[in-house]
């Protein structure tokens, strides 16, 4: 689950994980994950009001039919005046005129008010998302974060627009058809009242089972999901290793799980309610006959004795669907606990409250200071082991080493997208730490190895992080990129719509956007991680001669298996577990005879 990538990884990060489960596991107040979304509910206080007013008066409406049917009853027939009939049933009209305007504006103003509280409640958590630090990210499931963005939302949405409204509205009318109820005959009264708590505590006792449940249904409903994400998003790799049986078995096996969870759920729900809707009419029936014999002896005319039973009707009525609308509730609970999680968890990498300005102009310089770190899941293996880094202004060094030897992770923590369990990252010679984040990162232009091309159009893809820039310097930077050519060949050029993560595109092509990305940004310090690693060797050479002109004056690290694209750069370090172990130009490196050179050897068989 979303919040187990949390714990162990810092105090926010437990503490939301461990919101959810206290909603639904402890003495916390049942539905106290609601209260999340009141905050949304009380910015459009004044729709609130309105629903609330239009409830009521709908309310009343229908607790004043019982009184006008009586009149109907007892005085409409009596032949005292036969105007009497056509008065009361125009009376009968405008109640029910009252109640159905009432009701309109009720469903208008509570479904707008529940579109409006999702759309916020979406976008605030998407916005979170946006913030949270890589470690959350590295256990996190994307399918399960967007399911809780859309099938938990659409469920709060559902509470909103309804059920909430629903439960409000018939808590009114079973308050106000009891009060009545006392009012036509106490002692009838007393027999319907005394049976109450058979029919409250089986909602009391069983609501706890029924938040259990629709929380697993939706938990299992999210990982469903999750991995539809996964496989869709790597369908051709699906269909190349012929694993599309495999993949639909899968899915269906946890589709399975989410149906079995929804309903043990709704089976729940649905004996709650079986209980509910017993208990209530038998009651009303056996008050319904032991008012006939009080009518039949003289003690209570019929109208009022109607007017009684339709007052206990809407009184059980109205508890028979609040056993309904609990379930509904206590599952929008369970959706409302979720995102709460999501919404509690803290980033462990901020901003810091009084950040240092870094120097402007910038001084364009890196430095690792006896830094040590591991990944979060990786808690007991050291990535990098007391690490010395110094980067001069202007100055190309090059990372090369073996899989795993810590060079990707330093570009990491350049970015701080980590913070180092010991010592210090200085980016112009501030801790990265002090640093405002937004500033710190606009330091940094990177092209990484595996480039991220959004379902956008090529422009829009080449100004990601930059959308002020005009179409010239697009252009311009995806010539410099190497891109231009085959972007004017596309169907509609710069503006053609490119599939999601780039599918239509060709390896190649996609690194070339994302140099593109990199140069338009601008930045004093860039990144290369594998920039040219999926070009061939005339678009490397092309790529390559862009780079070396924009790295000009610019300091650059890159990071690169194939050694024949670093033998220009100033500094060669070699990495190994972690710390740098030789460091200098190819020609002193090979002949030093160490790990570089046994690198060399293997790739140029000299």
């Known amino acids: 689950m979303l919040t187990r990538a949390q714990k162990g990884d810092n105090a926010a990060g437990e503490s939301a994980g461990d919101g959810g489960s206290r909603d639904a596991d402890s003495g916390r107040p049942p539905l106290g994950a609601l209260a999340t979304l009141m905050p949304y509910a009380w910015r459009y206080r004044g729709h609130v009001l309105v629903a609330l007013v239009a409830l009521i008066v709908a309310a009343g409406a229908t607790l004043a039919l019982p009184l006008a049917v009586r009149r109907v009853i007892d005085y409409g027939f009596s032949g005292v005046d036969s105007r009497l009939i056509n008065a009361y049933f125009l009376m009968l009209t405008i109640v029910v005129l009252v109640l159905a305007l009432a009701s309109a504006t009720r469903y208008y103003f509570v479904t707008t008010l529940g579109e409006r509280v999702v ?95 629709s929380r697993a249904a939706q938990d299992r409903l999210a990982m469903a999901n999750a991995y539809a994400t996964e496989a869709i998003g790597a369908v051709r790799t699906m269909q190349s290793f012929n694993a599309e049986a495999h993949a639909a078995e899968h899915f269906r096996a946890a589709a399975e799980e989410a149906y079995t969870a929804a309903r043990l759920s709704a089976r729940a729900r649905a004996f709650l309610t079986a209980i509910a809707l017993f208990l209530v009419s038998a009651s009303v029936v056996a008050v319904l006959w032991y008012g006939a014999q009080d009518v039949l002896a003289g003690r209570m005319t019929g109208g009022r004795l109607s007017q009684f ?95 795993g030897a810590g060079k990707s992770t330093v570009l990491q923590l350049l970015q701080r997208f980590y913070d180092p369990a010991q010592g210090r990252v200085l980016i112009d010679g501030v801790d990265a730490r002090e640093v405002d984040l937004a500033r710190l990162r606009q330091r940094f232009a990177i092209v990484p190895q595996d480039p991220v091309i959004f379902g956008a159009t090529v422009t829009e893809n080449i100004r990601y992080g930059t959308p002020d820039a005009d179409f010239v310097k697009v252009e311009e930077a995806a010539r410099l990129a190497a891109a231009h050519d085959f972007v004017a060949g596309l169907p509609q050029g710069y503006d053609t719509l490119i599939g999601e993560r780039g599918v239509t595109l060709s390896g190649g092509q996609r690194q070339r956007l994302a140099i593109a990305r990199a140069i338009l940004r601008d930045a004093p310090i860039l990144l290369l991680d594998e920039a040219t690693s999926a070009l061939d060797a005339e678009n490397e050479r092309l790529v390559q001669e862009a ?39 190819h020609e002193g490196l090979v002949a030093r005879g160490g790990l570089y050179a046994r690198l060399a050897q293997l790739q140029f068989g000299t």
Not at 558 to 573: M, Q
């Open 119 to 213: 759309a916020d409640l979406r976008a605030d958590t998407f916005r979170h998302l946006t913030t949270l630090d890589q470690s959350f990210y590295d256990t996190a499931r994307t399918g399960e974060l967007t399911s809780r963005l859309a099938a938990d939302t659409t469920q709060i949405k559902s509470a909103f627009g309804s059920s909430i409204s629903q439960a409000l509205r018939n808590f009114v009318i079973f308050v106000g058809a009891s009060a009545m109820m006392v009012y036509s005959s106490p002692r009838l009264s007393g027999l319907v009242l005394a049976a109450i708590p058979l029919i409250v505590l089986p909602l009391v006792f069983s609501g706890r089972g029924v938040r259990k449940r």
């Open 547 to 585: 780079l070396d002109r924009l790295m000009l004056g610019r300091t650059t690290l890159v990071i690169a298996h194939r050694l024949a694209t670093v033998l220009s750069a100033d500094r060669i370090l070699v990495m190994d577990q972690g710390r740098i172990v030789e460091e200098g130009t």
């Open 309 to 403: 039973v339709l007052y206990a009707v809407f009184a059980a009525s109205s508890l028979g669907e609040l056993s309904q609308v609990w379930g509904e509730v206590s599952q929008t609970a369970g959706a409302a606990g979720r995102l709460s999680e999501i919404l509690s968890t803290r980033p462990g990498i901020v901003s810091p409250p009084a950040p240092v300005p870094l120097p402007e102009p910038p001084l364009a310089t890196v430095a690792f200071e006896n830094v040590s770190f591991s990944y979060p899941t990786r808690a007991g293996t050291r990535t990098l082991d007391g690490l010395d880094l110094h980067v001069a202004r202007g100055e190309r060094v090059a990372l090369v080493g073996p899989s």
